[in-house]
């Protein structure tokens, strides 16, 4: 998910019920059964980067703090390395940013996203027709 800059907030999730119009990818890459990188860690990353803390980018994903820190954890063993740079509670607060390699691997993610879904414009829209004629009831 890219954010948008001038977007101040955090409720920019539509309602998962909504049916969308038009098809999309998700990509996923799979390290192992238990080390994955999908659009949703990648979005944390972003939201953290946007709003300065792990506590504040968690709400904007729907998830508890814990949930959050557990998917940046996760990273961390995908990399051998944190994703984030991080300051300690006090008067002015913790914080946290992706750091280098967190924000490599948000680079790196949107890109091959990009390319993806470049590679694959054609066959999805294919799907998408088909996928459209059967809902309203025409052969494929």
Same mark, same amino acid.
């Given at each position: *998910?890219?954010?948008? /800059?001038?977007?101040?907030?955090?409720?920019? *999730?539509?309602?998962?019920?909504? *049916?969308?119009?038009?098809?999309?990818?998700?990509?996923?890459?799979?390290?192992?059964?238990?080390?994955? +990188?999908?659009? %949703?860690?990648?979005?944390?990353?972003?939201?953290?980067?946007?709003?300065?803390? +792990?506590?504040?980018?968690?709400?904007?994903?729907?998830?508890?703090?814990?949930?959050?820190?557990?998917?940046?954890?996760?990273?961390?063993?995908?990399? %051998?390395?944190?994703?984030?740079?991080?300051?300690?509670?006090?008067?002015?607060?913790?914080?946290?940013? /992706?750091?280098?390699?967190?924000?490599?691997?948000?680079?790196?993610?949107? *890109?091959?996203?990009?390319?993806?879904?470049?590679?694959?414009?054609?066959?999805?829209?294919?799907?998408?027709?088909?996928?459209?004629?059967?809902?309203?009831?025409?052969?494929?």
């Amino acid at each position: *998910r890219h954010i948008d /800059p001038a977007d101040k907030t955090c409720d920019t *999730r539509k309602d998962k019920r909504e *049916r969308r119009d038009v098809a999309k990818l998700a990509l996923r890459i799979v390290f192992d059964k238990t080390h994955k +990188i999908g659009p %949703g860690k990648v979005a944390l990353l972003e939201f953290i980067a946007e709003k300065g803390s +792990i506590r504040a980018a968690a709400p904007c994903m729907d998830m508890s703090y814990r949930q959050a820190w557990l998917l940046i954890k996760n990273l961390e063993e995908i990399f %051998g390395a944190p994703v984030l740079d991080r300051a300690t509670g006090g008067k002015s607060g913790g914080g946290a940013a /992706p750091n280098a390699l967190g924000r490599a691997i948000m680079e790196r993610y949107r *890109r091959m996203e990009r390319d993806t879904a470049t590679a694959l414009a054609k066959d999805l829209k294919a799907l998408e027709k088909l996928a459209n004629k059967q809902r309203n009831g025409s052969d494929a």
